[in-house]
């Protein structure tokens, strides 16, 4: 499985995917959508213009954005 955060850096949400995933021993890529211009346009491709991090892309998949329930980001 590949699993894809999109990312702001100082995101309380970030942390908390970052954290669930890090305890469920899931290993992830990171990307920061903020300062990376062409990562922030390939996150909107996947999200459709959602600009909400963390945005999770599973195996290319769109998983969705935010964290919670309900999600905020």
């Known amino acids: 499985m590949s699993l894809?955060?999109?990312i702001?850096?100082?995101?309380?949400?970030?942390?908390?995917a970052r954290d669930h995933?890090?305890?469920q021993g899931?290993?992830?890529t990171e990307y920061d959508?903020?300062?990376?211009r062409?990562?922030?346009?390939?996150m909107f491709a996947f999200s459709g213009d959602d600009?909400?991090?963390?945005?999770?892309?599973?195996?290319?998949?769109?998983?969705?954005?935010?964290?919670g329930v309900p999600p905020r980001g």
């Open 4 to 6: 894809v955060m999109y």
């Open 8 to 16: 702001k850096p100082n995101c309380p949400y970030c942390q908390q």
């Open 21 to 23: 995933y890090n305890a």
């Open 26 to 28: 899931i290993p992830f």
């Open 33 to 36: 959508a903020q300062n990376d």
């Open 38 to 42: 062409p990562r922030r346009a390939e």
């Open 51 to 67: 600009p909400t991090v963390p945005c999770i892309v599973q195996d290319g998949v769109y998983i969705g954005s935010g964290w």
